[in-house]
């Protein structure tokens, strides 16, 4: 079972933390993190950043989608 991996998230809003905890290991090509009345959908770029110690994927912003009512 692959453990979470902490991310970096480059785009989007602003009031979504930088870095943020995906439950994957880390290469899933979208991950979509959940706000207010919907969804920011986020795509692995390909590429790594290291912040600090740590290694971490870089996903980037793409597009916003909403919750069915």
Same mark, same amino acid.
């Given at each position: 079972?692959?453990?979470?991996?902490?991310?970096?998230?480059?785009?989007?809003?602003?009031?979504?933390? @930088?870095?943020? @905890?995906?439950?994957?290991?880390? #290469?899933? @090509?979208?991950?979509?993190?959940?706000?207010?009345?919907?969804?920011?959908?986020?795509?692995?770029?390909?590429?790594?950043?290291?912040?600090?110690?740590?290694?971490?994927?870089?996903?980037?912003?793409?597009?916003? #989608?909403?919750?069915? @009512?």
């Amino acid at each position: 079972m692959l453990q979470p991996v902490l991310a970096l998230l480059r785009g989007g809003p602003s009031d979504i933390p @930088e870095i943020w @905890e995906i439950p994957s290991g880390g #290469t899933d @090509e979208q991950v979509k993190i959940p706000r207010g009345n919907g969804y920011e959908h986020f795509e692995f770029a390909r590429e790594y950043a290291r912040i600090g110690d740590e290694l971490m994927p870089v996903y980037r912003w793409c597009y916003r #989608t909403f919750i069915a @009512e």
